[in-house]
Protein backbone atom coordinates (compact mmCIF):
# COMPACT_ATOMS: atom_id res chain seq x y z
CA UNK A 1 0.00 0.00 0.00
CA UNK A 2 1.58 3.59 -0.85
CA UNK A 3 0.19 6.67 0.08
CA UNK A 4 1.19 9.88 -1.94
CA UNK A 5 0.54 13.47 -0.80
CA UNK A 6 1.02 16.40 -3.68
CA UNK A 7 -0.99 19.78 -3.95
CA UNK A 8 -2.72 20.18 -6.57
CA UNK A 9 -5.70 23.09 -7.53
CA UNK A 10 -8.98 22.24 -6.19
CA UNK A 11 -11.87 21.52 -8.32
CA UNK A 12 -15.08 22.98 -7.41
CA UNK A 13 -16.63 21.64 -4.44
CA UNK A 14 -20.26 21.78 -5.54
CA UNK A 15 -20.72 18.69 -7.86
CA UNK A 16 -23.85 17.29 -9.22
CA UNK A 17 -23.48 13.36 -9.19
CA UNK A 18 -20.91 10.74 -8.81
CA UNK A 19 -20.90 8.25 -11.56
CA UNK A 20 -19.84 4.83 -11.25
CA UNK A 21 -16.48 4.22 -12.24
CA UNK A 22 -13.91 1.51 -11.60
CA UNK A 23 -12.60 0.39 -8.27
CA UNK A 24 -8.65 1.67 -9.28
CA UNK A 25 -7.11 3.69 -6.66
CA UNK A 26 -4.81 6.28 -8.66
CA UNK A 27 -1.99 6.76 -6.14
CA UNK A 28 -1.53 10.66 -7.19
CA UNK A 29 -2.61 12.97 -5.20
CA UNK A 30 -4.09 10.61 -2.76
CA UNK A 31 -5.00 8.39 0.12
CA UNK A 32 -5.82 5.07 -0.13
CA UNK A 33 -6.41 1.83 2.15
CA UNK A 34 -7.69 -1.26 1.23
CA UNK A 35 -6.51 -3.26 4.02
CA UNK A 36 -4.89 -5.84 1.75
CA UNK A 37 -1.37 -5.34 3.30
CA UNK A 38 -2.72 -6.42 6.79
CA UNK A 39 -0.87 -3.08 7.94
CA UNK A 40 -3.57 -0.34 8.76
CA UNK A 41 -2.53 2.49 7.42
CA UNK A 42 -4.37 4.78 9.79
CA UNK A 43 -4.93 4.35 13.56
CA UNK A 44 -7.45 2.82 15.69
CA UNK A 45 -9.10 4.70 17.82
CA UNK A 46 -11.30 2.87 20.35
CA UNK A 47 -11.90 0.35 23.73
CA UNK A 48 -11.03 -2.67 21.72
CA UNK A 49 -9.31 -3.21 17.98
CA UNK A 50 -10.93 -3.42 15.09
CA UNK A 51 -10.17 -6.64 12.90
CA UNK A 52 -8.77 -6.94 9.67
CA UNK A 53 -10.79 -9.61 8.06
CA UNK A 54 -11.69 -12.20 5.03
CA UNK A 55 -15.13 -12.33 6.17
CA UNK A 56 -16.39 -10.69 3.27
CA UNK A 57 -14.21 -8.01 1.58
CA UNK A 58 -15.86 -5.39 -1.56
CA UNK A 59 -12.63 -5.39 -3.69
CA UNK A 60 -9.54 -8.07 -2.77
CA UNK A 61 -9.26 -10.27 0.27
CA UNK A 62 -9.75 -8.16 3.42
CA UNK A 63 -11.59 -5.69 4.93
CA UNK A 64 -12.04 -3.77 8.53
CA UNK A 65 -14.44 -5.36 10.74
CA UNK A 66 -15.94 -2.73 13.26
CA UNK A 67 -18.22 -3.59 16.51
CA UNK A 68 -20.19 -1.25 18.29
CA UNK A 69 -21.17 -2.95 21.73
CA UNK A 70 -23.81 -0.77 22.47
CA UNK A 71 -24.74 -0.47 26.25
CA UNK A 72 -23.56 3.63 26.43
CA UNK A 73 -20.60 5.44 24.98
CA UNK A 74 -18.03 3.54 23.02
CA UNK A 75 -16.21 4.57 19.54
CA UNK A 76 -14.85 2.16 17.46
CA UNK A 77 -13.09 4.64 14.54
CA UNK A 78 -10.43 3.81 11.84
CA UNK A 79 -8.65 7.27 12.41
CA UNK A 80 -6.62 8.91 9.31
CA UNK A 81 -4.53 12.07 10.17
CA UNK A 82 -5.15 15.03 8.24
CA UNK A 83 -2.76 17.60 9.93
CA UNK A 84 -0.16 18.38 7.54
CA UNK A 85 -1.62 16.79 4.33
CA UNK A 86 -3.63 18.06 1.40
CA UNK A 87 -6.51 16.86 3.27
CA UNK A 88 -6.64 19.27 6.00
CA UNK A 89 -8.56 21.67 4.46
CA UNK A 90 -10.92 20.18 1.65
CA UNK A 91 -11.12 17.20 0.43
CA UNK A 92 -13.07 14.63 -1.12
CA UNK A 93 -13.54 10.82 0.46
CA UNK A 94 -15.09 7.75 -0.41
CA UNK A 95 -16.03 4.33 1.72
CA UNK A 96 -17.08 0.86 0.95
CA UNK A 97 -19.58 -0.41 3.90
CA UNK A 98 -21.36 -3.32 4.42
CA UNK A 99 -23.81 -2.56 7.64
CA UNK A 100 -25.16 -6.02 9.12
CA UNK A 101 -29.29 -6.57 9.77
CA UNK A 102 -28.99 -7.18 13.14
CA UNK A 103 -30.15 -4.26 15.64
CA UNK A 104 -31.24 -2.48 12.48
CA UNK A 105 -33.08 1.04 13.46
CA UNK A 106 -31.85 0.90 16.75
CA UNK A 107 -29.87 3.73 18.47
CA UNK A 108 -28.49 6.66 16.78
CA UNK A 109 -24.39 5.88 16.07
CA UNK A 110 -21.71 8.38 14.27
CA UNK A 111 -20.13 6.92 11.01
CA UNK A 112 -18.04 9.30 9.43
CA UNK A 113 -16.43 12.21 11.55
CA UNK A 114 -14.27 14.65 10.25
CA UNK A 115 -13.04 16.83 13.11
CA UNK A 116 -10.52 19.29 14.28
CA UNK A 117 -10.09 22.31 16.76
CA UNK A 118 -12.38 24.87 16.79
CA UNK A 119 -11.57 28.70 15.68
CA UNK A 120 -11.13 31.87 17.51
CA UNK A 121 -14.07 33.23 15.63
CA UNK A 122 -16.26 30.64 16.48
CA UNK A 123 -16.34 31.95 20.29
CA UNK A 124 -15.69 28.30 21.73
CA UNK A 125 -13.07 27.95 24.55
CA UNK A 126 -9.75 26.95 24.34
CA UNK A 127 -9.14 23.04 24.01
CA UNK A 128 -12.71 22.80 22.30
CA UNK A 129 -13.21 20.05 19.26
CA UNK A 130 -15.56 20.89 16.66
CA UNK A 131 -16.97 17.84 14.42
CA UNK A 132 -18.63 17.40 11.37
CA UNK A 133 -20.41 14.03 10.97
CA UNK A 134 -22.14 11.75 8.82
CA UNK A 135 -24.35 9.97 11.62
CA UNK A 136 -27.33 7.46 11.24
CA UNK A 137 -30.32 8.03 13.12
CA UNK A 138 -31.55 4.81 14.30
CA UNK A 139 -35.11 5.32 13.32
CA UNK A 140 -34.82 4.44 9.75
CA UNK A 141 -31.09 3.82 9.56
CA UNK A 142 -31.01 6.98 7.60
CA UNK A 143 -28.07 9.06 6.96
CA UNK A 144 -28.33 12.94 8.36
CA UNK A 145 -25.60 15.56 9.12
CA UNK A 146 -24.54 16.52 12.32
CA UNK A 147 -22.58 19.13 13.81
CA UNK A 148 -20.82 19.19 17.97
CA UNK A 149 -17.94 20.86 19.46
CA UNK A 150 -16.92 19.01 23.32
CA UNK A 151 -13.79 19.79 25.31
CA UNK A 152 -10.50 17.84 24.42
CA UNK A 153 -8.18 19.72 27.19
CA UNK A 154 -8.62 20.47 31.06
CA UNK A 155 -7.93 24.09 30.10
CA UNK A 156 -11.49 25.60 29.06
CA UNK A 157 -11.57 26.86 32.57
CA UNK A 158 -15.17 25.41 33.14
CA UNK A 159 -16.64 27.40 30.56
CA UNK A 160 -20.12 25.70 29.11
CA UNK A 161 -20.77 25.41 25.43
CA UNK A 162 -22.60 23.46 23.43
CA UNK A 163 -24.27 22.78 20.19
CA UNK A 164 -25.28 19.48 18.82
CA UNK A 165 -26.87 20.80 15.75
CA UNK A 166 -28.62 18.47 12.90
CA UNK A 167 -29.92 18.39 9.04
CA UNK A 168 -32.35 15.61 8.39
CA UNK A 169 -33.88 14.22 5.25
CA UNK A 170 -37.86 14.93 5.14
CA UNK A 171 -39.30 12.57 7.13
CA UNK A 172 -41.75 12.10 10.08
CA UNK A 173 -42.29 9.47 13.04
CA UNK A 174 -44.81 7.77 10.25
CA UNK A 175 -43.07 8.19 7.14
CA UNK A 176 -39.33 7.45 6.17
CA UNK A 177 -36.94 9.72 4.19
CA UNK A 178 -36.55 8.65 0.85
CA UNK A 179 -34.87 5.82 -0.32
CA UNK A 180 -31.62 7.43 -1.51
CA UNK A 181 -30.90 8.23 2.74
CA UNK A 182 -31.66 4.73 4.12
CA UNK A 183 -28.77 2.89 4.31
CA UNK A 184 -29.11 -0.30 3.08
CA UNK A 185 -28.04 -3.94 5.14
CA UNK A 186 -26.30 -6.89 4.21
CA UNK A 187 -24.65 -5.27 0.89
CA UNK A 188 -21.77 -3.16 0.06
CA UNK A 189 -22.73 0.35 -0.43
CA UNK A 190 -20.66 3.34 -0.81
CA UNK A 191 -20.27 6.74 1.05
CA UNK A 192 -19.15 9.57 -0.22
CA UNK A 193 -18.60 13.18 1.01
CA UNK A 194 -16.95 16.53 0.30
CA UNK A 195 -15.65 18.88 3.10
CA UNK A 196 -14.43 22.54 3.37
CA UNK A 197 -13.79 23.68 6.36
CA UNK A 198 -13.16 27.94 4.70
CA UNK A 199 -16.79 27.49 3.30
CA UNK A 200 -18.48 25.50 6.39
CA UNK A 201 -19.46 23.21 3.81
CA UNK A 202 -20.33 19.39 3.97
CA UNK A 203 -22.22 17.27 1.58
CA UNK A 204 -22.75 13.73 1.05
CA UNK A 205 -23.72 11.27 -2.02
CA UNK A 206 -25.26 7.63 -1.25
CA UNK A 207 -23.88 4.86 -4.31
CA UNK A 208 -23.50 7.78 -6.28
CA UNK A 209 -26.86 9.89 -5.52
CA UNK A 210 -25.99 12.96 -4.11
CA UNK A 211 -28.30 13.65 -0.52
CA UNK A 212 -29.29 17.37 -0.97
CA UNK A 213 -31.15 17.77 1.77
CA UNK A 214 -27.94 16.89 4.17
CA UNK A 215 -26.04 19.39 2.78
CA UNK A 216 -24.70 21.82 4.67
CA UNK A 217 -23.49 25.54 4.34
CA UNK A 218 -23.07 27.01 7.34
CA UNK A 219 -26.36 26.19 8.88
CA UNK A 220 -28.71 23.03 9.64
CA UNK A 221 -32.22 22.81 10.65
CA UNK A 222 -31.48 23.28 14.31
CA UNK A 223 -29.79 22.59 17.66
CA UNK A 224 -29.89 21.30 21.05
CA UNK A 225 -27.74 24.03 22.21
CA UNK A 226 -27.24 27.64 20.54
CA UNK A 227 -23.58 28.46 22.25
CA UNK A 228 -22.83 29.19 18.61
CA UNK A 229 -26.53 31.07 17.38
CA UNK A 230 -26.72 27.88 15.78
CA UNK A 231 -24.03 28.41 12.98
CA UNK A 232 -21.92 25.48 11.71
CA UNK A 233 -18.03 26.75 12.21
CA UNK A 234 -16.00 24.58 10.75
CA UNK A 235 -12.65 23.88 12.47
CA UNK A 236 -9.65 25.70 11.62
CA UNK A 237 -8.22 22.44 10.29
CA UNK A 238 -9.46 18.71 10.09
CA UNK A 239 -6.97 16.68 12.57
CA UNK A 240 -8.29 13.48 11.65
CA UNK A 241 -11.11 11.64 10.22
CA UNK A 242 -13.03 8.57 11.95
CA UNK A 243 -14.88 6.46 10.36
CA UNK A 244 -16.65 3.55 11.90
CA UNK A 245 -19.37 3.30 14.74
CA UNK A 246 -19.42 5.89 17.61
CA UNK A 247 -22.72 4.96 20.08
CA UNK A 248 -24.29 7.05 22.98
CA UNK A 249 -27.38 5.48 24.44
CA UNK A 250 -27.23 3.18 27.09
CA UNK A 251 -30.20 1.69 25.50
CA UNK A 252 -27.79 1.44 22.11
CA UNK A 253 -27.08 -2.23 20.98
CA UNK A 254 -24.66 -4.09 19.27
CA UNK A 255 -24.17 -2.89 15.77
CA UNK A 256 -21.73 -4.38 13.27
CA UNK A 257 -20.07 -3.10 9.82
CA UNK A 258 -17.27 -3.58 7.80
CA UNK A 259 -15.27 -1.02 5.46
CA UNK A 260 -12.93 -1.05 2.41
CA UNK A 261 -11.47 0.91 -0.27
CA UNK A 262 -11.04 4.25 1.97
CA UNK A 263 -9.98 6.90 0.13
CA UNK A 264 -9.04 10.81 -0.04
CA UNK A 265 -8.65 13.64 -2.81
CA UNK A 266 -8.26 16.64 -3.74
CA UNK A 267 -11.04 15.95 -6.86
CA UNK A 268 -14.01 13.97 -6.31
CA UNK A 269 -13.85 10.35 -5.73
CA UNK A 270 -16.21 8.34 -7.84
CA UNK A 271 -18.30 5.13 -6.44
CA UNK A 272 -17.05 2.11 -8.45
CA UNK A 273 -19.39 -0.18 -9.95
CA UNK A 274 -21.15 -2.37 -6.88
CA UNK A 275 -20.13 -6.21 -6.77
CA UNK A 276 -21.29 -9.22 -4.95
CA UNK A 277 -19.28 -9.15 -1.60
CA UNK A 278 -17.41 -11.86 -0.76
CA UNK A 279 -17.93 -13.71 2.47
CA UNK A 280 -16.90 -17.24 4.31
CA UNK A 281 -13.36 -16.14 5.63
CA UNK A 282 -12.10 -15.57 9.09
CA UNK A 283 -10.52 -12.77 11.28
CA UNK A 284 -6.78 -12.72 10.68
CA UNK A 285 -5.75 -9.64 12.54
Known amino acids: MRNLFRFTLLLPIFIPSLTAAASTC ?46 GYNRQFFKVLLSETPFAKRH ?57 T ?17 QHPAFSDTKPPASTYRLPKNQWFCLAWSVDVERDHLAF ?17 GCVAHSQADKWLAPSELTYLGIG ?11 ELFIDDVALSQSPVPCPVLQAPMAGGEVVH
Not at 111 to 131: D, I, W, Y
Not at 206 to 214: T, V
Not at 246 to 254: D, G, I, L, N, S
Open 26 to 71: RLENMFCESFETLSITGSFDGSSEAKISTVRAYDGKHALHVVGAGG
Open 92 to 148: FGRAMVWLSDKNARDADFTLLQLAGPATTQSGAPKGFEVALRGRVDGRYDHLFSNYD
Open 150 to 166: YPVTDNSAGKKWSTDCW
Open 205 to 221: WLDGKPLEEITINGKGQ
Open 245 to 255: IEQYQKTAKRR
